[in-house]
C-alpha cells in the first residue's frame, strides 16, 4: 500500500491549486454576491484547456486520461476556490464519463472532444424531474420514436449548467408497458434544439455562479441514433455513472470545507480575547484538531474510492461512503469555521458564511446522504445473507 500520489497526479493537483489561488479566489465572492457569468465561463474554457473538462477522459477523445485520483483532487482544489466551478467542473466530466461509457463511437466523436477542449461551455446531465428525485425511476418524461426521429416530451428539475450547456444527456421513458425503471432511455440532446427550453433558474442558497434550472421538451425532436447505449437500458446506466459522480461530489465538499478551515485556524491565530490569541483555548484547539483528522478520514476514504474505480473494481459502496462522510465532514468543518470567527463568520465581509452555504448541497444533490446510507447498508447486508 502506497498512500503518495503519483508525480503526475500531484502536478494536476499544483495546476488546480495555482489556477485557483491566481484566477478562482480573486472573483469567487463578486460571483457569490452579484454574479458575473462571462467571467465565470471563462475560467471553465482556461480550465478547459488546462485538461480538466475530462480528468479521467481517453486522449483520442481529447481528455487528459489522467485518472480518477487526479479528477478528484483538482476538483478538491478548485472547490477550495469557489465550488460553482468545482460542480460545473464534476459534472462536466461526468458527463463525457458517461458518453464515453455508453455512447457509439460516432458519438463519442462528436461530442467529448467539444466538452474537453471548451468549445462546449459545459455537458449537462438531465435525470431529475419533480417526481424523480431520490427515485430516478419516477422519470416521466417521454421518448416516441416517429419515422427517424424520437420526439421527447416533458420536463426536468435542477440541472446544472443548463443555460450554457453544449449536450444533455437526459433520460426518457421508452417503453411504459414495463414496471418502473425498466422502460428508461438515455439520449444526448445538443444545446438549442428547437423544442428543448431553458426554464426559470433557481435561486439557490448557495453555489450562486452555476446556473440550476428547468429544462422543458416541447416535442423536443432528436435523430434516431440520439438514443445512447441499448434501448430501455437508461436507468442502469444512470445509476452506474451516478456512483462516478459521487466521488466528484465528495472531493468537492473536501475543498469547500478545507478552505473553510484553513481561513478559520489562520484567523484564531490573529484574533484576540481575554488579553490573548483565541488559539490558545483549548475549545478551539479541538476545533482545529478534529476537523483536520475528519477531513484527512474524509480525504483517505475518497481516495480508496477513486483508486478503486481507476483499477475497474467495484467502487459503488466505497463512493458512496466517501460521499457521505465527506460532505458531512466538510458541513461539520463549515459549521465550525463560523463558529471560530464568532459574529464576523456570520458576515459577507468574511468568506466562512459562503463556504457554509455553499457546502450544504453536497449532503443533497447526486443522490441524498439518506440515499448513500441506503446504497452502503444494502451491499453491506447482501455481502452477509
Ligand atoms: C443545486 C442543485 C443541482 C442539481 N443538479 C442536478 C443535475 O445536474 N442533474 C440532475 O439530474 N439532478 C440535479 N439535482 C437534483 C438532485 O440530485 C436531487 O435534488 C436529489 O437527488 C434529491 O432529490 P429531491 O430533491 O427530489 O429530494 P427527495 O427525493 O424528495 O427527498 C426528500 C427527502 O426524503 C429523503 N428520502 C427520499 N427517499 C428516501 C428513502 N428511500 N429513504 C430515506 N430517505 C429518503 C431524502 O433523503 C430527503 O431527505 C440538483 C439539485 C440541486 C439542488
Known sequence: MFLELTEEQRLIQDT??????????????????EGDRPAFLANLRKLAELGFMGLNVKDEYGGAEAGVVAFSVAITEIARACASTAVTLSVSNMVCEVIQAAGSEAQKEAYIPKICSGE??????ALTETGAG??????????VLDGDQWVLNGSKIFITSAPYAGVFVV????DRSVPKGKGISCFLVEGGTPGLVIGKEEHKTGQHASATNELLFEDCRIPKDALMGK??????????ELAGGRIGIGSLGLGVGLAAIDYATQYSTERAQFGQKISNFQAIQWMIADTYTELEAARLLLMNAAFKKEQGKPFAKEASMAKMYATEAANRACYKAVQMLGGYGYTVDFPV?????DVRITA??????????????????????
Open 364 to 385: 443533497i444533490y447526486e443522490g441524498t446522504n439518506e440515499i448513500q446510507r441506503t446504497i452502503i447498508s444494502r451491499e453491506i447486508l447482501r455481502s452477509i445473507v
Open 171 to 174: 433520460w426518457a421513458v421508452t
Open 134 to 143: 431520490s427515485d430516478p425511476s419516477g422519470v416521466a418524461t417521454q421518448a
Open 16 to 33: 488546480a491549486r495555482e489556477f485557483a489561488k491566481a484566477e478562482l479566489d480573486p472573483i469567487a465572492a463578486t460571483l457569490d454576491q
Open 120 to 125: 462546449f461551455s459545459a455537458g449537462a446531465f
Open 353 to 357: 458564511e459562503r463556504y457554509a452555504r
Open 231 to 240: 434501448l430501455n437500458d437508461g436507468f442502469r446506466i444512470a445509476v452506474g
